[in-house]
């Protein structure tokens, strides 16, 4: 069966049982906690949870929909027979339409009577049941009585594997029920009965919902027999264009070359553009993955401009972005002649060293975009000692920093951080005084706690060395008091309390009692940071920017170096963290 087929069955199919069909959403969504689109499900947030009404937007409380989806989380897998970046997911949807009966039915109806997948192929899970949440009993049961599938063909599972959800901070999530065709997973059916809390407390939702996905490049392999994503119709094309190009190239080579052009083309199609964070930093990474690959395997085809093509007549028909193919083509050549430049200066920087360190490999990728395998290429006597885990160690550091959210500046040289508050030169300084920050507001929460309510904070200044509080507060504090202080904030390190954000309207972030200063001009949506199981009774709450350690006792030792007085009525405090 061919992949349009496959398309067009399932909407037909959704669509004669009362679904409206919506077309796929942007890969860039509208949810600013997600990168990138995931889940066919991303753009019905506000329908699950009751913010938009269906009926108004789709005149169905259900929808069917084939939606383009960009996951990093296999990236480092492709190149194999089945795992990709970019794909397409089919799924049904339900906003208080129907539930676990009609979804289970209608997914096996479909994948026996029209996909023509043979029953005893066939096996199911179901969610199994933990502490917050029961078995799915009324799946289990849809299942074996209904559908009549034996029992030893229904497995129960935990929550890794049987439940989803949230994208993002928070949203709706639930237990799921997966089909499985020959030990494969193709189909996930998740009920949404819950929302999940960005502190991870659930909620039960007003009106349940359905979610279900099935990748659309799975079901071809099942259906086109090859084995091989890349056989199948949907990449056979590009990976035949990618073969003349250079007869001979390795199976693996070909694959991540056709899944990272085809990604790619998705993404600048979507709007997004190199650039050094965020999704832009990850189309950066495919482009110049592909850049990378031409150079060490010698392809002197020009790759970009024979994948643009290829794409554009094969998918323009269901994604009209793909007409834009100028647009995109100029904005990955773009990217190409900037990688070219980058490559000349890193190779020259790289010239200037006796031997590279694992650190200054990761300054030179940071700097120049010169990746390791090309350092190692490109300059063989410099980069000898030079190991790759040694390599991936200073890259993962990096992604952790990456992820609280930090700005970043590149040349290495001067501030990496600087928020008027927190000052960093490097990546260790960088993890010091995010603990510090961490610190400083339990440092303050504990101060309130142990003399009151009068201190407010005054300032804060916080490098690598300590952190500096000023706070009003009429006299000095006794060292009883101070000890106090400590003792507290010790207290709360060792609790491993969460210490997460909530981001919110500002007259709303006022009403939880977060700290804020008075003079400060606030926008009109502000994060308040609280460590603590939920935001109602955190130990401290503020409104912030962060960066933060995600848990207390990353803090570490708290210690009180010194009190002066600043001023009238304004004490400092000097703190370390060990
Ligand atoms: N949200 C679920 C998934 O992506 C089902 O659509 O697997």
Same mark, same amino acid.
């Given at each position: 069966?061919?992949?349009?087929?496959?398309?067009?069955?399932?909407?037909?199919?959704?669509?004669?049982?009362?679904?409206?069909?919506?077309?796929?959403?942007?890969?860039?969504?509208?949810?600013?906690?997600?990168?990138?689109?995931?889940?066919?499900?991303?753009?019905?947030?506000?329908?699950?949870?009751?913010?938009?009404?269906?009926?108004? @937007?789709?005149?169905?409380?259900?929808?069917?929909?084939?939606?383009?989806?960009?996951?990093?989380?296999?990236?480092?897998?492709?190149? !194999?027979?089945?795992?990709?970046?970019?794909?397409?997911?089919?799924?049904?949807?339900?906003?208080?339409? $129907?539930?676990?009966?009609?979804?289970?039915?209608?997914?096996?109806?479909?994948?026996?009577?029209?996909?023509?997948?043979?029953?005893?192929?066939?096996?199911?899970?179901?969610?199994?049941?933990?502490?917050?949440? #029961?078995?799915?009993?009324?799946?289990?049961?849809?299942?074996?009585?209904?559908?009549?599938?034996? &029992? &030893?063909?229904?497995?129960?599972?935990?929550?890794?594997?049987?439940?989803?959800? #949230?994208?993002?901070? @928070?949203?709706?999530?639930?237990?799921?029920?997966?089909?499985?065709?020959?030990?494969?997973?193709?189909?996930?059916?998740?009920?949404?009965?819950?929302?999940?809390?960005?502190?991870?407390?659930?909620?039960?939702?007003?009106?349940?919902?359905?979610?279900? /996905?099935?990748?659309?490049?799975?079901?071809?392999?099942?259906?086109?027999?090859?084995?091989?994503?890349?056989?199948?119709?949907?990449?056979?094309?590009?990976?035949?264009?990618?073969?003349?190009?250079?007869?001979?190239?390795?199976?693996?080579?070909?694959?991540?070359?056709?899944?990272?052009?085809?990604?790619?083309?998705?993404?600048?199609?979507?709007?997004?553009?190199?650039?050094?964070?965020?999704?832009?930093?990850?189309?950066?990474?495919?482009?110049?993955?592909?850049?990378?690959?031409?150079?060490?395997?010698?392809?002197?085809?020009?790759?970009?401009?024979?994948?643009? #093509?290829?794409?554009? *007549?094969?998918?323009?028909?269901?994604?009209?972005?793909?007409?834009?193919?100028? &647009?995109?083509? *100029?904005?990955?050549?773009?990217?190409?002649?900037?990688?070219?430049?980058?490559?000349?200066?890193?190779?020259?920087?790289?010239?200037? $060293?006796?031997?590279?360190?694992?650190?200054?490999?990761?300054?030179?990728?940071?700097?120049?975009?010169?990746?390791?395998?090309?350092?190692?290429?490109?300059?063989? !006597?410099?980069?000898?000692?030079?190991?790759?885990?040694?390599?991936?160690?200073?890259?993962?550091?990096?992604?952790?920093?990456?992820?609280?959210?930090?700005?970043?500046?590149?040349?290495?040289?001067?501030?990496?951080?600087?928020? /008027?508050?927190?000052?960093?030169?490097?990546?260790?300084?960088?993890?010091?005084?995010?603990?510090?920050?961490?610190?400083?507001?339990?440092?303050?929460?504990?101060?309130?706690?142990?003399?009151?309510?009068?201190?407010?904070?005054?300032?804060?200044?916080?490098?690598?060395?300590?952190?500096?509080?000023?706070?009003?507060?009429?006299?000095?504090?006794?060292?009883?008091?101070?000890?106090?202080?400590?003792?507290?904030?010790? @207290?709360?390190?060792?609790?491993?309390?969460?210490?997460? $954000?909530?981001?919110?309207?500002?007259?709303?972030?006022?009403?939880?009692?977060?700290?804020?200063?008075?003079?400060?001009?606030?926008?009109?949506?502000?994060?308040?940071?609280?460590?603590?199981?939920?935001? !109602?009774?955190?130990?401290?709450? &503020?409104?912030?920017?962060? #960066?933060?350690?995600?848990?207390?006792?990353?803090?570490?030792?708290?210690?009180?170096?010194?009190?002066?007085?600043?001023?009238?009525?304004?004490?400092?405090?000097?703190?370390?963290?060990?």
């Amino acid at each position: 069966m061919e992949s349009s087929e496959i398309r067009k069955k399932f909407l037909q199919f959704f669509e004669e049982r009362g679904h409206a069909v919506v077309k796929s959403s942007s890969l860039i969504p509208d949810d600013p906690s997600v990168l990138l689109t995931t889940a066919g499900m991303q753009q019905f947030k506000p329908y699950y949870i009751g913010k938009a009404d269906p009926m108004k @937007e789709f005149g169905s409380r259900n929808t069917a929909s084939v939606q383009k989806c960009f996951r990093t989380s296999d990236i480092d897998e492709v190149g !194999d027979k089945t795992h990709l970046t970019f794909f397409e997911m089919l799924g049904n949807f339900s906003f208080g339409g $129907y539930f676990k009966r009609k979804a289970i039915n209608w997914a096996y109806d479909f994948v026996v009577n029209i996909l023509g997948l043979s029953r005893d192929r066939i096996y199911v899970t179901v969610f199994g049941g933990d502490e917050e949440v #029961p078995f799915d009993k009324e799946s289990y049961d849809i299942w074996h009585k209904e559908v009549g599938l034996p &029992e &030893e063909n229904i497995k129960k599972h935990g929550r890794e594997d049987n439940f989803w959800g #949230p994208t993002g901070n @928070e949203g709706p999530c639930g237990p799921t029920t997966e089909i499985y065709v020959d030990g494969v997973e193709i189909w996930n059916l998740v009920f949404n009965e819950y929302y999940c809390r960005s502190d991870k407390s659930l909620e039960k939702l007003e009106m349940p919902g359905v979610d279900t /996905g099935m990748g659309l490049e799975r079901l071809a392999v099942m259906l086109q027999g090859s084995g091989n994503v890349f056989e199948t119709d949907l990449f056979h094309p590009l990976a035949s264009v990618i073969r003349e190009a250079k007869p001979g190239l390795e199976d693996r080579i070909v694959r991540v070359l056709a899944d990272h052009l085809r990604s790619a083309i998705f993404l600048i199609a979507d709007g997004v553009r190199p650039s050094n964070k965020e999704a832009g930093y990850i189309l950066r990474r495919l482009l110049r993955r592909v850049l990378v690959y031409e150079i060490k395997h010698d392809i002197h085809a020009e790759l970009f401009a024979l994948a643009v #093509p290829v794409i554009k *007549n094969q998918y323009a028909k269901w994604y009209p972005e793909m007409e834009n193919d100028r &647009e995109i083509l *100029n904005v990955m050549m773009d990217e190409k002649s900037k990688f070219e430049k980058a490559l000349a200066q890193g190779v020259k920087e790289i010239e200037k $060293y006796d031997a590279i360190s694992a650190k200054d490999a990761f300054y030179i990728y940071e700097t120049f975009g010169l990746p390791f395998e090309l350092q190692k290429e490109l300059v063989p !006597d410099k980069t000898g000692e030079l190991k790759k885990e040694d390599f991936d160690k200073e890259f993962e550091k990096h992604q952790e920093i990456s992820r609280a959210g930090l700005e970043k500046k590149f040349g290495g040289h001067g501030l990496i951080l600087d928020t /008027g508050e927190l000052k960093a030169s490097t990546q260790e300084e960088l993890e010091k005084v995010t603990r510090l920050h961490t610190a400083t507001h339990l440092l303050q929460a504990a101060l309130r706690k142990v003399v009151g309510d009068e201190v407010k904070q005054m300032g804060s200044d916080i490098t690598a060395e300590r952190l500096r509080f000023d706070f009003s507060f009429p006299r000095k504090l006794t060292s009883e008091e101070l000890q106090k202080v400590e003792d507290l904030v010790n @207290e709360v390190v060792q609790k491993d309390l969460l210490m997460s $954000y909530k981001e919110m309207p500002l007259e709303e972030a006022k009403e939880t009692g977060a700290l804020f200063f008075f003079k400060e001009k606030y926008p009109d949506r502000v994060k308040v940071y609280y460590a603590g199981h939920n935001l !109602d009774d955190a130990f401290s709450k &503020e409104f912030c920017g962060g #960066p933060h350690v995600t848990n207390t006792l990353k803090v570490g030792k708290f210690k009180i170096t010194k009190q002066e007085s600043v001023g009238a009525g304004v004490k400092r405090i000097r703190a370390d963290v060990e």
